[in-house]
T-cell receptor, first 115, second 108 residues
Framework: EAQVTQNPRYLITVTGKKLTVTCSQN?????MSWYRQDPGLGLRQIYY???????DKGDVPEGYKVSRKEKRNFPLILESPSPNQTSLYFC??????????????FGPGTRLTVL | GEDVEQSLFLSVREGDSSVINCTYT??????LYWYKQEPGAGLQLLTY?????DMKQDQRLTVLLNKKDKHLSLRIADTQTGDSAIYFC????????FGQGTELSVKP
């Protein structure tokens, strides 16, 4: 089954404690991205990756890091989380960055609370 | 920068039609999309329309595009309780930009 998986699904942590949210896709997609969803703001892109070892900032990259060492994985790293990073995070992948019907497949989301 | 705007809430009765509206600012948009997010789940692509089209129909879904006014709408005919979800409009010019999402509530 084609899917994007994220772990953990729920996480409560404290300010400053480094954390990683994993994302994995089994569709051999080149393009992967991370979004955060906040009430009234919709989805905002944090980082994206066009292919292995190619990453770039999205609209709200501050406080986040990513890596793309393998095609299937695209972890999101928060080196020193702060309460304003409390949000719902989605990983997505597609076969190309642009293109009409290249469906972006979304993971189920990770709800992060930073105390 | 580019922006996509939607109203936040819509409430309809079961069996009625729902119309969710969206406006965008990017005049170079090539494709426009509607995504559905059910509670506790990620986004699923519902339908899309190319910018040189005015209308697209897919079963109960009708997408209307007014490119001059940069206005996109999604009409759901015979709305069911299972249609209750958050609906996101998104446009692709250079990159994919999402609206805030419209929460559709369907009352029996």
């Amino acid at each position: 089954e084609a899917q994007v998986t994220q772990n953990p699904r729920y996480l409560i942590t404290v300010t400053g404690k480094k954390l990683t949210v994993t994302c994995s896709q089994n569709m051999n997609h080149e393009y992967m991205s991370w979004y955060r969803q906040d009430p009234g703001l919709g989805l905002r892109q944090i980082y994206y990756s066009m292919n292995v070892e190619v990453t770039d900032k999205g609209d709200v990259p501050e406080g986040y890091k990513v890596s793309r060492k393998e095609k299937r994985n695209f972890p999101l790293i928060l080196e020193s989380p702060s309460p304003n990073q409390t949000s719902l995070y989605f990983c997505a992948s597609s076969s190309h960055a642009s293109g009409s019907t290249d469906t972006q497949y979304f993971g189920p989301g990770t709800r992060l609370t930073v105390l | 920068g580019e922006d996509v705007e939607q109203s936040l809430f819509l409430s309809v009765r079961e069996g009625d039609s729902s119309v969710i509206n969206c406006t965008y600012t990017d005049s170079s948009s090539t494709y426009l999309y509607w995504y559905k997010q059910e509670p506790g789940a990620g986004l699923q692509l519902l339908t899309y329309i190319f910018s040189n089209m005015d209308m697209k129909q897919d079963q109960r879904l009708t997408v209307l595009l007014n490119k001059k006014d940069k206005h996109l709408s999604l009409r759901i005919a015979d709305t069911q309780t299972g249609d209750s979800a958050i609906y996101f409009c998104a446009e692709r010019g250079g990159k994919l930009i999402f609206g805030q999402g419209t929460e559709l509530s369907v009352k029996p």
